[in-house]
C-alpha cells in the first residue's frame, strides 16, 4: 500500500444510520485508497479493525491489524466453527465492553485474496492462540460492520431455564 499521503478520519459514533446499514461493494482501486485512511485512522485510535462504514464511508472495505496488517475487500465468512463467549470494544461505541457470542474459528472469502483466509487458533501453535482467536473475533466484528450489525447485535444472553414439568408433591 502505499503510506505516502494519509489521512486520519473521524469515528462515527453509534447509535447512526450508517453502522446500522449494510455496506456497498467496491473495487480494487478505491479499497486500496480507502484502506490507506483506514490503517492511519486506526493507528491514530488505537485499535485492532476499522470498517469503511466507521469513517462514513458505504463500502465494503475494513482493515485488521492483530498479528499483521491487512484490509478485506467484500469479505464474507463462508465456514464457522466453535461458539466461543468474548468479551469486546468497539471505536464506534466508546468506554463499552459488550459481552459477544462469536465463532473461535472462521473461514473468510474476500475479493482481494484467492481462495479462502483461515482465523482462529492452531492445534500446533499454542503460543499465539490467544492472540489467533483475537484476529478472528476481530475480522468477525469488522465483517459485522459491514453487515449495517454492531456488538449489541451479538451481545450474549443468558438463557434462563425455567422447570417446564409440574412440582410433584406439595
Known sequence: LNRGYMETKQI???????????????????????????????????????????IGEDKSVCVIDVTNPFFLLNPVITKKDKVIIYNEGCLSIPDKMITTERYERIEVEADNIDGTMTFGPEKSNQVDNDLLTLESVCVQHEIDHLNGLTIYDREFKRKTFRRTEEKIGR
Open 12 to 54: 462515527v459514533i453509534y447509535p447512526n444510520d450508517i453502522l446500522s446499514t449494510p455496506t456497498k461493494k467496491t473495487d480494487l482501486k478505491t479499497a486500496q485508497k480507502l484502506a490507506v485512511d483506514l490503517f492511519k485512522t486506526l493507528k491514530q485510535e488505537g485499535g485492532l479493525g476499522l470498517s469503511a462504514n466507521q
